[in-house]
């Protein structure tokens, strides 16, 4: 299974750049287990143009608890950390599939996709497993392997 790992070459374009995260490495780490700025969250709106109730519905983050962590200048979970983390990671893999068009890319997450059996992409990426067949889909898409 191929798992999509930021390479770290300028992407203007990337969203991990984008949201402030490190492509990578323990500085990454440190930074999901202290958990992310809820600003994270209004930035990856901003960069992918999709709903904050979008966002929340498809990392599985309670959407109340982030407004509460707002208002009380806390910062996210590790958990909700990590959750941001793997839709930044699917995001941008999706993105590089088409050739940096986030509108394609995010059309592409949205529909169902007979690789995955006939589930749309983005509905899976609340856990690790699913967003792990999504990355795995989208390495043999760019590599030409189909079956």
């Known amino acids: 299974m191929r798992a999509y790992i930021p390479d770290g070459k300028s992407h203007d374009n ?65 958990d909700e950390s990590e959750r941001i983390a793997r839709f930044v ?20 997450l949205s529909r169902p996709v007979k690789g995955l059996g006939n589930v749309a992409p983005i509905t899976l990426l609340a856990t690790e497993s699913g967003a792990l067949d999504v990355l795995d889909l989208i390495g043999r898409l760019e590599h030409g392997v189909f079956s």
């Open 89 to 108: 990671r699917v995001m941008d893999a999706a993105v590089q599939l088409f050739g940096g068009n986030k509108e394609d890319a995010t059309q592409w």
């Open 14 to 78: 990337a969203l991990w750049r984008f949201a402030g995260l490190p492509p990578r490495g323990l500085e990454l780490t440190r930074m999901l287990e202290a958990g992310l700025p809820v600003a994270v969250i209004d930035d990856i709106r901003h960069w992918s143009a999709m709903s904050r109730a979008e966002i929340m519905k498809v990392t599985g983050i309670n959407e109340r608890n982030i407004a509460r962590r707002k208002s009380a200048g806390k910062s996210l979970s590790p």
